[in-house]
């Protein structure tokens, strides 16, 4: 079935980049996903990429999909203590369409250090 | 825009008892919606699928009696655990796909459930 793995855990200091990665086994997802989530909130829609793509870049998030190796990435440049929380990943399933139905990573937990 | 809310936020319950949470898409329309648990430092499980007008699909392992989901209108969700006990404790969370759109899907602020 459907996989999404992710690294648990990433420390960073303030001003450097982040790079988070994530892989995933559904070859026919269509759209590749990062949402953000702050303690005891929602997921926050950070990014998208189609399948189609390799990059996308918006403002400090640059994502990068590997599609021969199933691997994305999410680097955030400058980082800062606004940006500790969880990360996740997530893919969306396709098989039987596009139901919009998306399988989760783990998370990766970023703590920043000033 | 594409702001999905969730009430109530936080819910303590006995056991035995029911529990309704909503889920509201607040300036768009969602013909799909999506309820996901989360345990404490865990990824999001998809519970089901919610279509308005029809009904929900389940995933493989989670109750349909249990979890009774209704999508009255295409901005209103409704997840109801029936007969809570202390191990359906946890964070609901629910999104919403927007109308005509493959890949636009926005997260509620989640609902904290906790059976006593």
């Given amino acids: 079935g459907e996989d999404v793995e992710q690294s648990l855990f990433l ?6 980049s982040s790079v988070i990665n994530c892989t995933y086994t559904d070859s026919s997802s269509t759209y590749l996903y990062w949402y953000k989530q702050e303690p005891g909130a929602g997921l926050q829609l950070l990014t998208y990429i189609f399948s189609n793509m390799d990059m996308k870049q918006d403002q400090r998030l640059t994502v990068l999909l590997n599609k021969k190796d199933k691997h994305l990435s999410l680097r955030i440049a ?35 250090k000033p | 825009g594409a702001v ?6 936080r819910v303590i319950c006995k056991s035995g008892t029911s529990v309704k949470i909503e889920c509201r898409s607040l300036d768009f329309q969602a013909t799909t919606m ?12 998809l519970m089901a699928t919610s279509n308005e007008g029809s009904k929900a699909t389940y995933e493989q392992g ?9 999508h009255a209108s295409l901005t209103l969700s409704t997840l109801t655990v029936t ?34």
């Fill in chain 1, 11 to 16: 420390s960073v200091r303030e001003g450097d």
């Fill in chain 1, 78 to 112: 400058d980082t800062q203590t606004g940006d500790s929380a969880i990360y996740f990943c997530a893919e969306s399933i396709t098989l039987g369409g596009n139901t919009g139905k998306l399988i989760f990573g783990q998370g990766t937990t970023l703590q920043v």
């Fill in chain 2, 4 to 9: 999905v809310s969730q009430h109530p936020s």
């Fill in chain 2, 34 to 45: 999506f309820w996901y648990r989360q345990f404490p430092k865990k990824s999001l499980m």
């Fill in chain 2, 62 to 70: 989670v109750e349909k009696d249990k979890f009774l989901i209704n």
């Fill in chain 2, 83 to 116: 007969s809570a006990h202390p191990e359906d404790s946890s964070f609901y969370i629910c999104s919403a796909l927007l109308a005509g759109s493959p890949y636009e899907q926005y997260f509620g602020p989640g609902t904290r459930l906790t059976v006593t």
